[in-house]
């Protein structure tokens, strides 16, 4: 099984500063058809996850342009250009290259000072 | 609008079982590949079960493999979770989501289920 490590769990941030989060997986999450299945997720207290970044660097539709995927092979980053209050919550990566099972990373608990 | 509505969640003694079942709306059910995903404190989100668009394939996380059964029933738009066996390690929130590679997400509400004596 692919294993997603995420750093840092938890990210105190000032509102209006940037933020960063690590997902790392266990083995290249590149497919035999070219394409990384690396997506990322928030998850705000006491909703449901939503989808905000998939194949590594593309954003859903609604979500704001200060977040930001990237990153290739085992090495991917979710960047938050300027946090707002609404973007408290937990962050996850998860691929879903090399199935079954898709896998999670432990999540990233983003706060504000 | 599109909607996932869970529902079947509640507390079960150790042992037991539970249906849990995901009504879709808004979108072409019948096109995709549907999961199960839960949440616990402590674990963060962990996929338990995927079934792909016609019902005739699917896969379990090994935590549940023989005790849980995904399923599907497109000419009623609804998803199932067939739950036996329960362990308190099984205590979460369900999720139903399409839990899609790319083209549009959809997830559910969630519902709790509680194992517990």
């Known amino acids: 099984d692919v294993v997603m490590t995420q750093s840092p769990l938890s990210l105190p941030v000032t509102l209006g500063q940037p933020a960063s989060i690590s997902c790392r997986s266990s083995?290249?999450?590149?497919?035999?058809?070219?394409?990384?299945?690396l997506n990322w997720y928030q998850q705000r207290p006491g909703q449901s996850p939503r989808r905000l970044i998939y194949?590594?660097?593309n954003r859903d539709s609604g979500v704001p342009d200060r977040f930001s995927g990237s990153g290739s092979g085992t090495d991917f980053t979710l960047e938050i250009s300027r946090v707002e209050a609404e973007d408290v919550g937990i962050f996850y990566c998860?691929?879903?290259?090399?199935?079954?099972?898709?896998?999670f990373g432990q999540g990233t608990k983003v706060e504000i000072k | 609008e599109v909607q996932l509505v869970e529902s079947g969640g509640g507390l079960v003694q150790p042992g037991g079982s539970q249906r849990l079942s995901c009504v879709a709306s808004?979108?072409?059910?019948?096109?995709?590949?549907m999961h199960w995903v839960r949440e616990s404190p402590g674990k963060g989100l962990v996929w338990v079960a995927r079934?792909?668009?016609?019902?005739?394939?699917?896969n379990c996380a090994d935590s549940v493999k023989g005790r849980f059964t995904i399923y599907r029933d497109n000419a009623k738009n609804t998803l199932y979770l067939q739950m036996n066996s329960l362990r308190v390690e099984d205590t979460a929130i369900y999720y139903c989501?399409?839990?899609?590679?790319?083209?549009?997400?959809?997830w559910g509400q969630g519902t709790l289920v509680t194992v517990s004596s």
């Open positions: 989501s399409t839990l899609n590679r790319f083209g549009r997400d959809y």
């Open positions: 808004g979108f072409t059910f019948s096109n995709y590949w």
């Open positions: 079934i792909n668009s016609d019902g005739t394939s699917t």
């Open positions: 083995q290249s999450l590149v497919h035999s058809d070219g394409n990384t299945y």
């Open positions: 194949k590594v660097s």
């Open positions: 998860m691929q879903a290259t090399h199935w079954p099972p898709w896998t």
